[in-house]
């Protein structure tokens, strides 16, 4: 198997909208994948047809080696999925609920149910009806109902949605965990950018049903725009040193921008002839643009 | 068949822990108290007249207390209770989308058709197991009337009237469960059970209720009647007609359609 997920000109159309438009996408095994777009770029879209649960207009979807759908056909023992909002029984216990996911899975070990629960910390509320859940727990019920199998991989729809900045950190942990030491792979999308900026090891942008970008997360690293930040008392005699000395300049809101290469190598060059000129630094800061405006800026482009 | 009875152990645990179990049971208990509190009645034609209205009911749906009556009354119940059973399947497969819990079962070892399969069974139990609750209780409320006479022969064939009625509305609710599942909720299948009570109603008026499937269970119910009556094995095809079309349906809806929401 050369790719745990592959699509191949993916495309759902609703009538006259192009939910995902040609989607090929390609996850190898034990990446952590992470799938970024706005509100209605095709995210959950394409999860569903990775998961069968909607007829591609065009094109293929493979997973784990094998063709999805129709029919709900698929490797499904072998992975795990959490869509959208996760949903459960409401008057069944988190037991119960997890219990039913056991069985449908066809999973024999009874202890199963019980090593979910623990490994996402649902211990406390194992007997709560899931109707009296806090949105928080119904997600780690969620969680632990992808995981219940131990599934090679993962697809998960927002895993981060609704879980307090600890939980957040906890589950981020889990995840890495579980690529790194099971070679789990993990397909997970998200709109909480530092998540997937923090775990991902590839990363996708999807945008008006487009995969507009797909690269390594240590590639972006490269891509994304870096500037030296200048804060001096004379303004203008800083700047016309600056200038002065070939380096490309731009004031905004009382500070300098710097964006030369060998500005951003060596600040302390910038540092020196600033003081020379009589305009020492108060503050020289080397800032990288953050997923965040990096994703803004390309899916500003693109639109 | 690990897989089936994985998935009807789910949806049973399912039924057992909703209040919609309980709330069916109360129901139908309901309906046999009601026939023999119209026996009650009937016995005492001056305490009818006394009671006003509920008297006048009383006479209206079954005239005299006698054995005939109280089971045909009965078989009346037998006709309405087929509006609970399309509740149930309603509440079966409905619930999925409701709770937004249907996506949960597309993706699993369990296939999609076992899963239905296993609806549908539960929905046989269930309907069936209330039809003989409401039957057994029904003996019970008919001795403690004390109505004159032996009923001895009526006692079995009323019963297998009553359970004839009862399944043959088991066979009406796959269509009901169809669209339940296309409707993605509980509200479809109510328009459904209404419009097909009114249908059924006015082409009975018309004189071809016996093409219509589901104005046949209460043909059977009038056979057990004092007017007596027949159908042909053509409104039992019918019938099974609606049952397989509904089946297949449902089934081709939840291996195929988009389940986008």
Request: hydrophobic residues 50%; aromatic residues 10%; neutral net charge.
């Amino acid at each position: 198997m050369k790719y745990a997920i592959e699509t191949i000109g993916l495309s759902k159309n609703y009538g006259r909208v192009h939910a995902v438009d040609g989607v090929h996408l390609r996850v190898g095994p034990g990446e952590i994948y992470g799938f970024l777009g706005l509100n209605g770029a095709g995210k959950t879209t394409t999860i569903r047809a990775l998961l069968g649960m909607i007829r591609p207009s065009a094109g293929e979807v493979r997973v784990l080696g094998e063709p999805v759908g129709p029919n709900g056909r698929g490797p499904w023992r072998r992975v795990g999925h959490m869509v959208e909002v996760p949903a459960a029984y409401p008057e069944l216990t988190v037991r119960e609920n997890l219990e039913v996911a056991r069985r449908l899975q066809g999973i024999a070990d009874k202890g199963a149910t019980s090593r979910a629960i623990e490994r996402l910390g649902i211990g406390a509320y194992a007997d709560r009806a899931a109707g009296t859940l806090s949105t928080g727990n119904l997600h780690r019920l969620g969680l632990a109902r992808a995981m219940l199998h131990e599934p090679e991989l993962l697809i998960l729809d927002e895993p981060a949605n609704g879980l307090d900045p600890a939980g957040v950190v906890e589950i981020r942990e889990l995840l890495a965990g579980l690529a790194h030491e099971r070679g789990v792979t993990v397909f997970m999308s998200s709109h909480i950018l530092t998540e997937v900026d923090r775990l991902a090891t590839r990363i996708g942008v999807i945008h008006q049903g487009r995969l507009i970008e797909e690269l390594e997360a240590a590639k972006m690293e490269a891509l994304r725009s870096r500037r030296l930040i200048v804060e001096v008392r004379q303004p203008a005699a800083a700047y016309s040193a600056l200038e002065g000395a070939g380096y490309s300049v731009t004031a905004e809101n009382g500070g300098l921008f710097v964006t030369d290469a060998r500005a951003l190598e060596s600040p302390d060059e910038v540092a020196t002839l600033l003081v020379r000129a009589g305009a020492p630094p108060t503050k020289l800061l080397v800032e990288q643009e953050d997923l965040e405006a990096y994703f803004l800026r390309l899916t500003g482009e693109k639109s | 068949m690990n897989a089936f009875f994985a998935a009807l152990w789910a949806e049973a645990l399912k039924a057992y822990r909703s209040k919609v179990i309980w709330l069916s049971a109360a129901v139908v208990t309901i309906l046999p108290l009601v026939d023999g509190m119209f026996m009650v009645i009937l016995k005492n034609p001056e305490r009818a007249k006394e009671m006003g209205l509920i008297g006048a009911k009383a006479q209206l749906v079954a005239g005299t207390a006698t054995w005939p009556n109280f089971f045909y009354v009965m078989m009346m119940t037998g006709i309405a209770v087929g509006i609970l059973f399309a509740f149930l399947t309603a509440w079966v497969f409905g619930r999925e989308f409701s709770d937004r819990t249907a996506k949960e079962l597309l993706a699993l070892p369990t296939p999609r058709g076992t899963i239905v399969a296993a609806k549908f069974v539960l929905l046989a139990v269930w309907t069936q197991a209330l039809a003989l609750w409401i039957f057994g209780l029904s003996l019970v409320v008919v001795r403690a009337v004390d109505i004159p006479g032996d009923f001895s022969n009526l006692e079995a064939v009323s019963f297998g009237y009553f359970m004839g009625i009862a399944f043959l509305n088991y066979l009406l609710m796959p269509c009901a469960a169809y669209v339940a599942s296309l409707g993605r909720g509980y509200l479809p299948p109510m328009a459904w059970i209404f419009f097909t009570l009114a249908s059924a109603q006015l082409l009975q008026i018309m004189g071809w209720g016996e093409w219509y499937p589901w104005a046949v269970p209460a043909l059977v119910g009038e056979m057990a009647g004092p007017k007596g009556g027949s159908i042909g094995v053509h409104s039992l095809l019918m019938v099974l007609a609606a049952f397989v079309a509904g089946l297949a349906a449902t089934f081709a809806w939840w291996r195929s359609a988009d389940q986008s929401r």
